[in-house]
């Protein structure tokens, strides 16, 4: 233990491996915050203690089955000529799982469930129900999550502490998060637009076309931006009239 505390390539490692557990947690702390938004105030803090929890909790399983985890990529069927692997095919799942969730989601923003009775609306989410998708979008970016530190780093202790880390402080931007989407519809409007993407992303994953995700948090971090800059001149427009 005290040889990898003093072994300068093992704390490279961990900076850049936490680094990257982090931006990949970011999506699924965008999809955890605009479910949890669906349910009343003294549920939500359960909620997402619960989904960040099971986060940690596959990430750190996944680790220890490592040789499992690596079989993910052994081919496994075969249609029309293209070869699919147990990790290819989770990925085109949960792509798939999030593309229909954010377009339900969006198509009940748009038939005004937001702008009718947001509290009646979120007493009738159901928790168990939300708690089920948020374990399987769990599973599908821990998966992601948990082969990267594999590709990254050979030693399992520095893989667990990135993960330990990296859900640290998603636990800790998850809050903030949530409430910023609870209160900013037209936010959670482009949260929900950002998990379409991710969606498109990991099926495109899963049929072996990559698309950078260089590409993808640039869009998003430039939409959020834009954003960002209406939310403030709402905000000063508001002021002025009072």
């Known amino acids: 233990m005290m040889d990898l505390l003093t072994d300068p390539q093992a704390w490279a490692a961990l900076v850049a491996l936490s680094a990257l557990e982090i931006v990949l947690g970011i999506d699924n702390v965008v999809f955890i915050s605009v479910l949890i938004a669906r349910l009343d105030p003294a549920r939500r803090q359960r909620a997402r203690q619960i989904g960040l929890s099971l986060a940690l909790l596959f990430r750190i399983v996944l680790l220890f089955g490592l040789t499992r985890l690596i079989a993910l990529a052994a081919p496994v069927v ?11 095919i989770v990925l085109i799942a949960g792509g798939l799982f ?112 990559h698309i950078p995700r260089g590409y993808i948090y640039f869009a998003m971090a430039f939409a959020g931006a834009v954003e960002a800059v209406n939310i403030a001149a709402t905000r000063r427009r508001r002021h002025h009239r009072e």
């Open 78 to 88: 075969t249609v029309m000529g293209n070869v699919f692997s147990w990790h290819d």
């Open 98 to 209: 999030l593309i229909s969730k954010a377009t339900h989601e969006i198509h009940s923003e748009v038939e005004g469930r937001a702008g009718d009775e947001p509290a009646a609306a979120a007493g009738r989410a159901v928790f168990s129900v939300i708690i089920l998708q948020v374990i399987v979008i769990d599973l599908v970016f821990s998966v992601d999550s948990i082969i990267t530190a594999i590709g990254m780093a050979q030693d399992i202790r520095i893989m667990i502490a990135a993960v330990l880390i990296s859900v640290v402080i998603m636990y800790a931007a998850s809050g903030p998060v949530a409430r910023f989407v609870a209160e900013h519809l037209t936010t959670k409007m482009l949260a929900l637009a950002f998990l379409i993407l991710i969606g498109v992303a990991l099926v495109a994953d899963g049929f072996d076309f």
